[in-house]
Structure formats: C-alpha cells, structure tokens
C-alpha cells in the first residue's frame, strides 16, 4: 500500500500521515513478510495474520463513525459547542422536488444547514445549487454517482469519483467543498490519502434518523435523543422516504427538529462557519 501511496502523490503541503490504526496494519503486513522469509513454514500463521487485520479493517470501514481509517469530524468543535451551535447536513440532493421546500424551512427560522450533494446532481441542477449558496448555505462533496460500491474502488477510483463531483459543484456554485461525506458514510482505508490529498476532511455525523426508510416519528426521536450543542445530525433531501400521505419525510421531521433547536437555544449554522470560524 506504501507504493501505492507515494505514487498517488500529494498536493498538499503537509505530507500525509497514517492514523495509528493504518500504521499498525502496515507494520503488521511488513512483520508477515520477514516472518515468511525467516521461517517459510509459518506461511499459515502469516497469512491468518494479514487476514484478520484486512477484516478489522473492512469492519472499521462499515462504521461511519469510526476514527481507525482516519480523522473523522464526528461533532463540531469545542468553540461551536461553546457557541450552542449544532450542523444539520442534508445527504443525496440536490432534488427539485424536496431541496427548495427544506431551503423555505430553514428561510423561516433564519438557520443555515450544509447539503452534501452528489456531483451529478448538482450538475444537472446547477441552478438549484447555486441557489443553496445564495441562501447562505453549504454545498459539500457527496461523490460523484453515490455508487453502493464506493469501498471497493482503488485510489484512482476514489479519486475520480471525489474530484469530478468536486468540478461539479465548483461549476455550479463558484466555491470548492472543504468537507467529505461517502455513500452511506462507508469507507476503505484508502480513502484518507486521496482526501487528504485533495485537501478536504471526511465528516460523518454525531446522529442519522434514517429518514430514507423510516417514518417521521421515529426519525424524529432518533434525530432529537440527547440532543446538544455540538451535534452533527444527518438527514436526506435526496431518495428521502415518502409518509404514506406521499409527503417527503424531512419536511416532517425538519420542522421537529428546528422547534426543538430552538426550545434548546440550540442555533443551526453550516459546518463551514462552526468548523471554520
Ligand atoms: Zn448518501
């Protein structure tokens, strides 16, 4: 992976540095190998090694929330938590149907949100995008093409898949994306070089309702449970469910969650200006 690595090269200025997880992992192929140099008929134990370390990190990578492939914005800074501020990202848009409702929503209640889009999405709806911007919010990089197989690409094909989307919201809106978010938020340890490489950080979330497949309700609960200063919640204006009345859920739920933000004095700003500023 080393080689790999180094010829992926680097554009920014501080080299990239393996979480300690990564390290290890190196570390452990690199002890695998002298093992079989110096003593061939371990071949078994070698390879029973390097396997179990390859399915703790494929595991790792199943876990949105993990910090084992890499640094992972997990919840807003100690500075944005002192600020009673809280990031509300919205995944899979931008949608014409959905996106300029929760773009009203959010225009009521004077807050800012973050839209991490999908590259051919904010290609096809540029003007929608911009519109995003116009309104004070954030655009972020979500892929290119959402593709379900996203973990299993190689380094080129992680790159591609980031850095057209990252052309594509560029077109739309004039401003590159600073922050990161994979399909369905999983990952291989290969993506922390390329991101690191085009300069951008991976963000997850503090909490998701799941409101692709869910009803209002329990989103909602999901959403709010121990609700503080300092969260990152996930909710989707893009492939969101439908109630069986046919409304899209986040316009159910977002109203909740604003209602509850404010009961919290809790105030909902992009994850550029908490992270940021
Ligand atoms: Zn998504």
Redesign the pocket.
Known sequence: MTAELVEEGQTTATPWRPSPVIAGSMGLHGLAGVGLVVSPEAWLLALGVVAANHAALTAAGMWPRSTWLGPNVRRLPAKAEARAEIALTF??GPDPAVTPKVLDLLDERRVTATF?C?GERARAHADLCREIVRRGHGVEN?SRR?LPTFPLLGLAGIRREIAAAQASIVQSTGTAPRFF?P??GLRSPLLDPVLHSLGLRLVSWTRRGYDTRHQPGPVTAKLLGGLRAGDILLL?D??CARTPAGVPVVLEVLPRVLDAAERARLRPVTLHHAIDT
């Open positions: 995944d899979d991490f999908i979500h959402h978010r399909p369905a989707h893009g492939q």
